[in-house]
């Protein structure tokens, strides 16, 4: 394939595209706010059609010269008949059909994913994780997701819905969770709930999470500690996913990772303790190499794999 | 293939042996006690040699109308070269090429894996999970062990230790665990922890399950709560099961399996509570069909896809 994709990361503050050369070469990106398109479906459509065509135009690429383009979503996906079940975060999208109606504005191929699930397979396939069977990627941010590799395929479950490490229990009692559970492990290391944890021990009102990473790099034993509480809390959830499902890699990425060096240690000494033998000796931690350009990398292996295989 | 196959499952206790038709009948069975051969694994296999060339004879068939054996074994296989790397519960297995040598003495093909492995793959071709992409099979018992079928595929993990579903953690803390953890919910629900647990309740030095099971049977209150309280810790276990997994199906099976009845309510009523709206919609929890044969119809299944495919 001669031909280049264009990736698009929906996100629900941010969506970026990228135009992507076949060995995988982020050749020319562009974005656009979210919040600006959230009235109604079809605006957030058109402007993605538009933002297409000029990326293609500027580039001096034609529409023939697109392989395909490939879309994260921030929700729920039926990635076989190409449809956004349902966005939790961008009112309005319920049982949109984007595959079929991108392709008749642009005439290039649609395919479409979870947003995680397009992370996973850009650092499998691009970053980190390449020439793994078995690995686990694990985004920490305002929410906790998560993907799967397994037998060298992603795993999408039943329903397209697998990976929700997010929703591991941490215990069996426990607050309340979005999802309409309790005792998440999400409930314990989601953006704002670390926030406001933060916010309690440091006594301010508002603290940003940054500001507690500054602390830990000038060696502030309180922040130390603070990130120190959240790897073990990450590590606890994490001693189920190894015992379960045995992969060779957990690649930690997302906001939150920003801050793995503080984690890390907390990680892996938590599952040093508490995973079983085998299981412990060959899982290794790593953190996420591929950044924001993670999904946009994600989704040109999707259309790349999707029209030519593997 | 009109030939048979061979099924073995060796468990702690006993090992069971079936000659199985092309078909997944069985059509003959026999049996052999396993403490009377852990001297030496010389002693085990040079029995379970002896007991297969009986079975063989003693149903008129010859060595040539033996596809392969298939041998399940209750601890950490290496099914690709076919070495028990370690038995836990049966001394002196460390690194046993036990294919090699069991063909080497009998001139058939040998394929081994893990015995919950077999159990999965009995049940998931032969039995309730007939036809599905995505199940989980969970076996209650001495110990709690789990396989994973994932795009409709045996998922044995990296080093063919996935599936530890009796070691995923139930709490942050709690009580230690022979794997070496702590707070799995092995420790909730294994028989030695339940039958500690009925003796207490019930204010008995001994009481055995079988008779916690009459008592909920006839109605008795505390009886009827216990087991909905291990129903509950299961079902805690598996709400973390079903939103990483999202399985169509979920196999309840092993021995304590028979309280089934007592114990389902909960389960799906912890599930419904706690997992995800796709994922809790879509999973059904069901008993496990096969019963005791399910480890040597699992090998069977293995003998057949190993020879054949699918």
Known sequence: MSLCTIGVDVGGTNIKLGLVTSSGRIIAKTNLITKSYIH???????ALVAAIRILI???????????????????????VRGVVVFLPNIPGWRDVPLCVMMRQ??????????????????????????????????????????GLVLNNALYRGEAFVAGE????????????????????????????????????????????????????????????QFWDEIGTHIGNALVGVVNLLNPRLIIIGGGVASNYRFMVQAIR?????????????????????????????GAHILVKEAILGR
């Open 105 to 146: 504005k642009l005439n290039i191929p649609v395919f479409l994913d979870n947003d995680v699930n397009l992370i996973t397979l850009g650092e499998w396939r691009l970053g980190i994780g390449k020439g793994y069977a078995n690995l686990v990627c694990i985004t920490l941010g305002t929410g906790v997701g998560g």
């Open 57 to 79: 135009k500027d580039n001096s690429k034609r529409i023939e010269d697109i392989a395909g383009i490939g879309i994260g979503l921030p929700g729920l996906v039926d990635v």
């Open 269 to 297: 000494r938590t599952i040093k303790v508490r995973a079983m033998k085998v299981q412990k000796e060959m899982v290794a931690i790593v953190q996420a190499k591929l950044g924001a350009d993670a999904g946009i990398l």
């Open 40 to 46: 109604h479906p079809h605006h957030l459509i058109d």
């Open 165 to 224: 490490i997010g929703h591991l229990p941490l215990n069996e009692r426990g607050p309340r969770c979005n999802c309409g559970g309790y005792g998440c492990f999400e409930r314990a290391v989601g953006n704002h709930f670390l926030q406001k944890k933060a916010a309690g021990l440091f006594r301010k009102k508002h603290i940003r999470l940054e500001d507690v990473y500054v602390l830990a790099r000038g060696g502030n034993r309180r922040a130390i």
